[in-house]
C-alpha cells in the first residue's frame, strides 16, 4: 500500500493577547495565518500489531518518543477508535520546534483531519475538539488551516480570499519553552477580538496590534529584542511580530521581491541564523 502525503503549514500569530488566567489556563484572543512553509506526513496503514512513528529532517533531532502523533494515536487508542488499525507515519520536519509556529501541533492536527476526512475514524465535531484539546490548547487551530481569528470566548471564525502577505521568518539557535514563558506572564489585555471580522486581517489593524508575550520573552532573551530592532529599522517592514512565545520573529511585507531582498541582507549580518521567506496561503 502507498504512502499518502499531507502537507502540515506552519502557523503564524499575526496578533495574540492574552485576556485572563483561569484553573491555570491562559485565556488568549489570536488573529492567526498560515503560511506555505509546512512539514511532510506520509502515512499509510500496516499489518503490524504496533504502529510506527518516526521522524526526520534537519529539525527532527530533539522530539520527543511522547511527542504530538504519538498522543494522538494513544487517545484514538485508548477510545477504540481506531479500531485495531495500525498505521505508519513518517513526518519530514521543516518547521523548526520551539519556534512558535506549531510544527508538532498542526502535525497532530493534520493526521487527526486526514483520520476523518478518509472515513478512517468517524467523530463528531464536539469530539474532535474533545481529542484536540488533550493533545495541545492550539491543536483545534490546525484542523482547518485557513485565515481564522480565535476570540476570548474560545470560539474561532474561520475567512476565506484574505490578502496574501509575504513573512520574513527568522529563527536563532535557541527554542522557547511555551509554558515557561507564560508561567511568566503577569499583565493581561482587555479582549479586542469577540467581534472578529474580515478587516482584522487588514494591515493597518495588524499593525497597530500587538504580541503580549513579547515584553516577557525579550526580558528573558534580549537578543530577540536586538533582532526584532534591527528587522524593523533595515528593512521597511509592514510590522515585524513575534509569533506565540517564540522564539521565531517574523517580518512581513507586501511583496515577494522585498521579503526575499530583505532576506539575503539579513543573512549577510546573520550568517548562522536559519531564516525562509514564506507566503500566507
Not at 487508542?77 to 513518517?90: H, P
Not at 504580541?211 to 532573551?221: A, D, G, Q, R
Not at 537578543?223 to 522564539?247: A, C, H, Q
Request: charged residues 30%; contains cysteine; hydrophobic residues 40%.
Amino acid at each position: 500500500m502507498p504512502f499518502s502525503k499531507i502537507k502540515s503549514h506552519a502557523k503564524l500569530n499575526l496578533a495574540l493577547n492574552i485576556i485572563n488566567k483561569r484553573n491555570s489556563l491562559h485565556n488568549i484572543e489570536s488573529i492567526i495565518a498560515f503560511v506555505d512553509l509546512h512539514d511532510v506526513i506520509f502515512i499509510k496503514k500496516i499489518k503490524s500489531k504496533k504502529h510506527v512513528i518516526s521522524f526526520y529532517g534537519r529539525f527532527s533531532k530533539k522530539i520527543s518518543k511522547n511527542n504530538t502523533i504519538s498522543k494522538l494515536i494513544r487517545i484514538l487508542e485508548n477510545r477504540k477508535i481506531l479500531k485495531n488499525q495500525k498505521f505508519k507515519i513518517k513526518i519530514k520536519k521543516l518547521i523548526p520546534t520551539k519556534a512558535g509556529l506549531g510544527g508538532g501541533s498542526m502535525n497532530a492536527a493534520s493526521i487527526l483531519r486526514y483520520f476523518v476526512q478518509k472515513k478512517i475514524i468517524n467523530i463528531k465535531k464536539k469530539e474532535i475538539v474533545k481529542i484536540s484539546k488533550l493533545i495541545g490548547s492550539d491543536v483545534i487551530l490546525g484542523f482547518y488551516q485557513k485565515s481564522q481569528i480565535l476570540n476570548s470566548k474560545n470560539e474561532i471564525k474561520y475567512f476565506d480570499n484574505v490578502k496574501k502577505i509575504y513573512p520574513l521568518i527568522v529563527k536563532p539557535s535557541f527554542g522557547c519553552s511555551t509554558k515557561e514563558i507564560y508561567s511568566k506572564l503577569r499583565k493581561f489585555d482587555k479582549a479586542k477580538l469577540n467581534k472578529g471580522n474580515k478587516k482584522m486581517f487588514d494591515l493597518s489593524f495588524l499593525r497597530n496590534m500587538k504580541n503580549s508575550l513579547e515584553p516577557v520573552t525579550f526580558s528573558k532573551y534580549p537578543r530577540l529584542k536586538k533582532i526584532k530592532l534591527y528587522l524593523e529599522n533595515s528593512f521597511d517592514p509592514i510590522f515585524v511580530r513575534m509569533t506565540g512565545s517564540g522564539s521565531a520573529l517574523v517580518a512581513y511585507f507586501h511583496t515577494k521581491e522585498r521579503c526575499e531582498h530583505a532576506k539575503k541582507r539579513f543573512i549577510q549580518k546573520y550568517k548562522n541564523m536559519w531564516c525562509i521567506t514564506s507566503k500566507t496561503i
